[in-house]
């Protein structure tokens, strides 16, 4: 208990000094996981190879978890000594204020906060208790009985205060420890302990105080006028939100959802430990030898194993998806073949496990880049696939550095939407594009607030439904880039590229020619059309049939006015309508030149002519990229 003595002689700066004790030592811890990251194992692969780079490199990554979790764990008992030393400002003020007015009044204040005080009225008593139901009296008339019943009260409620701070600090600060095994630090109790933080400083540091539905401009300006400590503070008890949060810094964002990472990877490792020890028998059905019926009692356990392997495998996916992030952590500064550049510093933009799962991964910094391209995947994609989509980046930042004349690239791998799991089923959908239109919007609107400098040039690039989410962003919303790169896009919900908030000139279309089977041989006419000549194609003999087939649903129609005559003669080979692609020479797009790319997913290969035209638009040089019609 907090007593009147402890509480008015309380010196808080103490509280204060041991918070930035513990903030030097996490910022150091911090500062040395990147050492460690981009200087030590970065180096290390551009100088070593075989298995003595890999048992050094085992060793450094070890050493770089164990410094993010100082980080981590110095930086939540930070919190909560800020915290604690913050709020104990409140009661011990409103102490002091009513010790003050005692004194003032000549009245006597004793150690359990009783209030004696100099009657006015003869023979009456001259005590007020701490609270005003335990007077030792029947009210006696006297006015200084009053004064001193309040300022009773006023003690009574500062110390009634300052005791539920003192408690609820140190229940939280009891949990903070290790169990000192740095070899494979605790990062579920890492989970555990910002959930315990976060309820301890709740009233110091208020998650709703965080901007929620702000505009990234908006954003960043609440982050600006934040101090550093506090800055750090919630990086340390928020890192979800903070992380999340479209404006704040491209360095910012990496810290809070690194820290989110980690904890979200131990949370999953002691789900999965805790499914094995519980594992269920898996079912074998059993017959009775005399009925040849099921025995009574096996369904049940054919469900308890159906059920526990559908929580493994949910897990198994996401760790699938983390594991392919942590990869891309530990390449930068790889080299994969000679003459190569080194893989640039990845910072992780976004992170987590809804749903199908979200991230953003980007190649360099964007908010340094003097050029940044984000990529956004298309149908089947999810964390735990991420991996093939940030290789796709990680070769454009690759060959459009080589071509941006000593300028900074950044390339962003954009998983930020509940992108359309089934081919079949999902993909004809407009709801998925239409609720990742707007977050689409808000991540690149992010990018151009938390820009250093002048502002840099934005290329916005969709892959298959990945275009459509481009489209549907501009349809809704603002679109704030200077190009737009399509590759064997199903359609952009809009019928012309001026409606995408660029001029049409800056609008990049692609898609693969060719079947690559029937190579060379012609495309012989059908009822789908779409294609890039605005003619009938059969989808199955394309090299990406996906514009033909995907048209259907997500591109806007128009009748070709060149073969209606000949269809209402009953001498057409098709429907008289044309699929507004941007392939199409009707949507007003620049139409690529893709080279010997095949298939729905060649856009990407190394040396490609279609990879090097990607690089182009993205660096500027509009003038090298080769056209259909050139």
Same mark, same amino acid.
């Given at each position: 208990?907090v007593t009147?003595?402890?509480?008015?002689?309380?010196?808080?700066?103490?509280?204060?000094?041991a918070a930035g004790?513990?903030? *030097?030592?996490?910022n150091r811890?911090?500062?040395?996981? =990147?050492?460690?990251?981009?200087?030590?194992i970065?180096?290390?692969?551009?100088t070593q190879k075989g298995?003595?780079?890999?048992?050094?490199r &085992?060793?450094?990554?070890?050493?770089s978890s164990?410094?993010?979790?100082i /980080?981590?764990?110095?930086?939540?008992?930070r919190?909560?000594?800020?915290?604690?030393?913050?709020e104990?400002?409140?009661?011990?003020?409103?102490?002091?204020?009513?010790?003050?007015?005692?004194?003032?009044?000549?009245?006597?204040?004793?150690?359990?906060?009783?209030?004696?005080?100099?009657?006015?009225v003869?023979?009456?008593?001259?005590?007020?208790?701490?609270?005003?139901?335990?007077a030792l009296f029947?009210?006696?008339?006297?006015? !200084?009985?009053?004064?001193?019943?309040a300022i009773?009260? %006023?003690?009574?409620a500062?110390?009634?205060? @300052?005791?539920?701070i003192?408690?609820?600090?140190? %229940?939280?600060?009891?949990?903070?420890?290790?169990?000192?095994?740095?070899?494979?630090?605790?990062?579920?109790?890492?989970a555990?302990?910002?959930?315990?933080?976060?309820g301890? *400083?709740g009233?110091?540091l208020?998650?709703? =105080?965080?901007?929620?539905?702000?505009?990234?401009?908006?954003n960043a300006a609440?982050w600006?006028?934040?101090?550093?400590?506090?800055?750090?503070?919630?990086?340390?008890? /928020?890192?979800?939100?903070?992380?999340?949060?479209d404006g704040?810094p491209a360095?910012? %964002?990496d810290?809070?959802?690194?820290?989110?990472?980690?904890?979200?990877?131990?949370?999953? $490792?002691?789900?999965i430990?805790h499914?094995?020890d519980?594992?269920?028998?898996k079912y074998?059905?059993?017959?009775?030898?005399?009925t040849?019926l099921?025995?009574?009692?096996?369904?049940?356990?054919?469900?308890?194993?159906?059920?526990?392997?559908?929580?493994m495998?949910?897990?198994?996916?996401q760790?699938k998806?983390?594991?392919?992030?942590e $990869?891309?952590?530990?390449?930068?500064g790889?080299?994969?073949?000679?003459g190569?550049?080194?893989?640039?510093q990845?910072?992780l933009?976004?992170?987590?496990?809804?749903?199908?799962? /979200?991230?953003?991964? @980007?190649?360099?910094n964007?908010?340094?880049a003097?050029?940044?391209?984000?990529?956004?995947?298309?149908t089947?994609?999810?964390?735990?696939t991420? +991996?093939?989509?940030?290789s796709?980046?990680?070769?454009l930042w690759?060959?459009?550095t080589?071509?941006a004349?000593?300028?900074s690239?950044?390339?962003? &791998?954009?998983?930020?939407?509940?992108?359309?799991?089934s081919? @079949?089923?999902?993909?004809?959908q407009?709801?998925?594009? !239409?609720d990742?239109?707007?977050?689409?919007?808000? #991540?690149?609107?992010?990018l151009?607030?938390? /820009?250093e400098?002048?502002?840099?040039?934005?290329?916005v690039? +969709?892959h298959?439904y990945?275009?459509?989410?481009i489209?549907?962003?501009?349809r809704q919303g603002?679109?704030?880039v200077?190009?737009?790169?399509? *590759?064997?896009?199903? +359609?952009m919900?809009?019928?012309?590229?001026?409606q995408l908030?660029?001029?049409?000139?800056h609008?990049?279309?692609?898609?693969? =020619?060719?079947n690559?089977?029937?190579?060379?041989?012609?495309?012989?006419?059908?009822?789908?059309?779409?294609?890039k000549?605005?003619g009938?194609?059969?989808p199955f003999?394309?090299?990406?049939p996906?514009?033909?087939?995907?048209?259907?649903?997500?591109?806007?129609?128009?009748?070709d006015?060149?073969?209606?005559?000949?269809w209402?003669?009953?001498?057409?080979?098709?429907?008289p309508?044309?699929?507004l692609?941007?392939? !199409?020479?009707? #949507?007003?797009? !620049?139409?690529?030149?893709?080279?010997?790319?095949? +298939?729905?997913s060649?856009?990407? =290969?190394?040396?490609s002519?279609?990879?090097?035209?990607q690089? %182009?638009?993205?660096?500027?040089k509009?003038?090298?990229?080769?056209?259909?019609?050139?």
């Amino acid at each position: 208990m907090v007593t009147i003595k402890e509480l008015t002689e309380l010196d808080r700066s103490k509280f204060s000094g041991a918070a930035g004790g513990w903030a *030097a030592v996490s910022n150091r811890g911090s500062a040395a996981m =990147d050492r460690v990251n981009n200087e030590m194992i970065a180096k290390l692969q551009l100088t070593q190879k075989g298995r003595a780079e890999e048992a050094v490199r &085992t060793s450094l990554e070890r050493l770089s978890s164990n410094f993010q979790y100082i /980080h981590a764990e110095c930086g939540l008992i930070r919190t909560a000594l800020s915290g604690l030393a913050s709020e104990l400002e409140g009661p011990q003020r409103k102490l002091k204020e009513a010790l003050a007015d005692a004194a003032a009044l000549k009245f006597t204040v004793d150690a359990n906060g009783a209030v004696k005080y100099p009657a006015t009225v003869p023979y009456a008593p001259n005590l007020s208790g701490a609270q005003p139901k335990d007077a030792l009296f029947v009210t006696s008339g006297d006015p !200084n009985e009053g004064k001193a019943r309040a300022i009773a009260t %006023r003690i009574a409620a500062a110390l009634s205060e @300052a005791n539920e701070i003192d408690g609820r600090y140190a %229940r939280a600060l009891a949990m903070l420890k290790t169990d000192g095994n740095l070899k494979e630090p605790n990062w579920a109790d890492v989970a555990r302990d910002t959930k315990e933080i976060q309820g301890a *400083a709740g009233k110091y540091l208020k998650e709703s =105080d965080i901007p929620k539905g702000k505009t990234p401009k908006e954003n960043a300006a609440w982050w600006g006028r934040l101090s550093q400590a506090q800055r750090e503070e919630y990086i340390s008890v /928020h890192p979800a939100s903070i992380g999340a949060l479209d404006g704040l810094p491209a360095t910012v %964002r990496d810290d809070a959802n690194r820290l989110v990472l980690a904890e979200t990877r131990g949370n999953i $490792e002691q789900q999965i430990k805790h499914l094995e020890d519980i594992e269920p028998k898996k079912y074998q059905q059993k017959i009775n030898p005399f009925t040849g019926l099921p025995i009574q009692g096996e369904e049940e356990k054919r469900y308890a194993w159906l059920e526990w392997e559908k929580k493994m495998k949910a897990l198994e996916v996401q760790m699938k998806g983390i594991g392919a992030i942590e $990869e891309r952590f530990g390449r930068t500064g790889h080299v994969e073949r000679e003459g190569e550049r080194p893989v640039p510093q990845a910072y992780l933009l976004g992170f987590d496990i809804k749903g199908i799962g /979200h991230a953003a991964i @980007a190649n360099g910094n964007p908010d340094t880049a003097v050029h940044t391209a984000v990529y956004v995947p298309g149908t089947t994609t999810n964390l735990s696939t991420i +991996g093939g989509d940030m290789s796709r980046m990680e070769k454009l930042w690759s060959v459009s550095t080589d071509l941006a004349d000593g300028d900074s690239v950044s390339t962003v &791998t954009w998983l930020g939407y509940e992108a359309p799991q089934s081919l @079949a089923i999902d993909s004809p959908q407009h709801g998925y594009a !239409n609720d990742g239109g707007p977050k689409l919007n808000e #991540f690149l609107g992010g990018l151009r607030a938390s /820009h250093e400098g002048p502002a840099g040039h934005l290329t916005v690039e +969709g892959h298959s439904y990945g275009s459509t989410v481009i489209g549907s962003a501009a349809r809704q919303g603002h679109l704030p880039v200077d190009d737009i790169f399509v *590759a064997g896009s199903p +359609g952009m919900q809009v019928r012309h590229a001026s409606q995408l908030d660029v001029t049409p000139d800056h609008v990049w279309a692609a898609q693969a =020619d060719g079947n690559p089977y029937l190579k060379g041989l012609p495309t012989p006419e059908s009822p789908f059309s779409g294609g890039k000549d605005g003619g009938i194609h059969i989808p199955f003999l394309t090299s990406d049939p996906v514009p033909e087939i995907g048209g259907w649903s997500h591109a806007p129609k128009e009748i070709d006015i060149d073969i209606l005559p000949e269809w209402i003669d009953g001498d057409g080979t098709g429907p008289p309508v044309k699929t507004l692609t941007p392939t !199409n020479p009707h #949507f007003g797009a !620049n139409i690529v030149e893709t080279g010997d790319a095949r +298939g729905h997913s060649a856009y990407w =290969d190394k040396d490609s002519e279609i990879l090097r035209n990607q690089a %182009r638009v993205v660096v500027g040089k509009y003038d090298k990229v080769t056209l259909e019609d050139d």
